[in-house]
């Protein structure tokens, strides 16, 4: 079975209008909504988690273990932080960081929470496949960064000046991967961009949830099947 873990119910629509066979799943969260079915050809659990750190991580611990996916998958919406990123493009994750974590008075590097990892791994496997996928389907494959903090013009070229290789930002995936890391799960994050976090001159800077949670899907779909 495949998890697949989104923020919003409005990110796990474009998922769950997909599944076929599909039925509801009972939880013991309040707001965590999940529904069972097939995707992509295979048997697959969709659910929400909702949005941070903290919320994300508690779903996600409780329901690797309750249902023991053979991967775990972070869709739905980011930001796009990487400079060649464009709305309604995916990010796959090669791995992913707390971009607002900062112990560096105390030796760490930026973005390591102290006795932790700098980076959370993803599954090789997935990985391999999303690299092989993504020149045909104009995927940006790098580091995604999570947080509890928007990453916005404000603030955006000190995160691609600290963070050269991240091409996207969220505030679940990390949160996601150190739970999988930690119950060795395997892990991948594939988002749909809804908005950039430091538009350029005459870019577009942001799209519907919807369509950004669409992109996201079909790149799942294509993941999955391809895995």
């Known amino acids: 079975m495949r998890l697949i873990l989104t923020a919003m119910r409005e990110e796990a629509a474009p998922f769950v209008d997909a599944l076929t066979y599909s039925s509801k799943v009972a939880t013991p969260f309040d ?6 079915g097939t995707f992509a050809g295979q048997p697959v ?18 329901a690797v273990t309750q249902w023991q996916p053979a991967l775990v998958v972070s869709g739905g919406t980011c930001g796009g932080l990487a400079s060649q990123t464009r709305v309604a493009e995916v990010v796959v994750a090669d791995s992913t960081t707390y971009g607002t974590a900062d112990a560096t008075e105390f030796g760490y590097e930026r973005g390591q929470v102290p006795r932790q990892p700098v980076r959370f791994p993803v599954s090789e496997r997935a990985l391999a496949v999303a690299r092989e996928l993504a020149p045909s389907h104009g995927w940006h494959v790098g580091r995604i960064l ?8 404000r603030n955006v070229d000190d995160m691609r000046e600290a963070f050269p290789d991240a091409v996207g930002t969220d505030m679940e995936s990390c949160a996601i991967a150190q739970v ?19 538009p350029e001159a005459g870019a577009d800077f942001h799209v519907g949830i919807d369509v950004a949670a669409a992109a996201s899907r079909d790149a799942v779909e294509a993941l999955l099947r391809a895995v």
């Open 31 to 36: 707001g965590m909504l999940a529904w069972r």
């Open 45 to 62: 659990t969709i659910a929400t988690t909702g949005i941070g750190l903290a919320a994300a991580a508690s779903v996600a611990a409780w």
């Open 146 to 153: 999570s947080g509890d903090t928007f990453v916005t013009a």
């Open 180 to 198: 999988c890391a930690s119950l060795g799960a395997e892990f991948i994050s594939v988002r749909g961009i809804s908005d950039l976090c430091g």
